[in-house]
């Protein structure tokens, strides 16, 4: 039996894709999670899952932590994104972070099918034409990938709250740390990014259409 953990915080949006993939996969069993912790909780439960369809931004997920957390504790269970982001920027960082596919909200049922049979099948997947686009990505926003790549999801966290106008005290507070927990996370970013300050922290997540 084949099955899929669909990871979207929408449920009409879950409901809409278990259903679609049905006649598709027959003896597939489609488990949904609504957001990260939920994702991670499914993922223990269910052995032999086969494949991870993850949305980017679902509570828990924001800033790629859903995909990095996925990849660090499952390492060998595929994952494609699903997602309504589909600027070069995002899909190149997706495939820079361990994705193996990237499919666009908008695919037509046949074509998200097809997405799934190749990346089960150990191929990667994107959609018509992404490629060629990938390959003209300049090289500083390949560094940055890069280097964006090193950081934990803790730092990532950290970042998100850098980028929301948080201070130290507060980040800390939100996620229930010590001041210098905060302070330690945030020097490692910088030195991670090969940065000085904060606001260039800030400005490379812009750049990255981080959303």
Do not use: C
């Amino acid at each position: 039996m084949t099955r899929i953990l669909v990871a979207d915080d929408h449920p009409l949006f879950r409901e809409a894709l278990s259903g679609a993939l049905e006649p598709y996969f027959e003896n597939a069993q489609i488990i949904q999670a609504g957001s990260l912790d939920d994702a991670l909780e499914k993922l223990n439960e269910f052995d032999g899952v086969e494949l991870v369809l993850l949305d980017l931004n679902m509570p828990g997920g924001e800033y790629f932590n859903g995909l990095i957390t996925l990849r660090e504790q499952y390492p060998n269970i595929p994952i494609g994104v699903v997602s309504g982001s589909d600027t070069v920027e995002v899909v190149a960082q997706v495939m820079s972070l361990g994705a193996q596919g990237f499919i666009p909200k908008v695919s037509e049922t046949r074509e998200i099918a097809q997405a799934i049979v190749d990346i089960i099948g150990g191929k990667k997947w994107l959609p018509e034409g992404m490629e060629e686009e990938l390959e003209k990505v300049d090289d500083e926003l390949k560094v940055l990938l890069q280097r964006f790549r090193e950081l934990t999801p803790k730092q990532i966290q950290v970042l998100s709250y850098l980028r929301a106008g948080l201070m130290n005290k507060q980040i800390a507070h939100e996620m229930n740390v010590t001041e210098a927990t905060i302070k330690a996370h945030i020097s490692a970013i910088l030195r991670k990014l090969e940065i000085n300050t904060r606001t260039q922290a800030v400005l490379l997540m812009d750049k990255l259409q981080l959303s």
